[in-house]
């Protein structure tokens, strides 16, 4: 409840500090001009969703992960700009061919698959990406995920 009487008192301060006339009002007397306040509503808007993203991926890291490989990935970083870089040191379908350089070449068939259930999960929850993937020395792996913006 507290909260919520917070947030209306900075609500009522912002609007009776960036309510401004507008500069041209016409014929019709003195109108206001909400752009002032559209783009800090925007902005925080955009920050929300951001973090909506971020609890998304975090999701995927840890418990879509676990039910799939039984492990969390390994990390997880980001632009904050809509791109993700999932690493994982360990891939369970790449462990096999740890054993020696000549796979590094073939690893990438057997990544495509992951791709394509980390962009699937990511639509059933509302984002649009692309997903690749790359292998420097296996068996690890990262996973690149730009979530596109409509």
Request: proline fraction near 4%; charge should be positive; include cysteine.
């Given at each position: 409840m507290a909260d919520a009487v917070l947030f209306e008192f900075?609500?009522?301060e912002m609007v009776a500090e960036l309510w401004t006339p507008d500069p041209d009002p016409g014929s019709g007397g003195q109108k206001t001009c909400p752009s002032v306040l559209e783009?800090?509503?925007f902005r925080v808007g955009q920050a929300l969703g951001e973090r909506e993203e971020l609890d998304v991926l975090k999701f995927l890291c840890k418990d879509l992960w676990v039910a799939?490989?039984?492990k969390q990935m390994d990390g997880l970083r980001t632009n904050h700009q809509g791109t993700y870089v999932l690493q994982d040191n360990s891939f369970p379908l790449l462990?096999?061919?740890?054993?020696?350089?000549?796979?590094?070449e073939e690893a990438p068939k057997?990544?495509?698959?992951?791709?394509?259930?980390?962009?699937?999960?990511?639509?059933t929850l509302g984002f649009q990406s692309l997903v690749t993937a790359?292998?420097?020395?296996?068996?690890?792996?990262?996973?690149?995920?730009v979530i596109q913006k409509p």
């Open positions: 900075l609500h009522t783009s800090v509503g799939v490989f039984q462990v096999p061919m740890a054993s020696g350089l000549q796979y590094l057997f990544l495509a698959f992951t791709c394509g259930l980390l962009c699937g999960a990511l639509h790359s292998v420097a020395a296996l068996p690890a792996c990262k996973f690149q995920v």
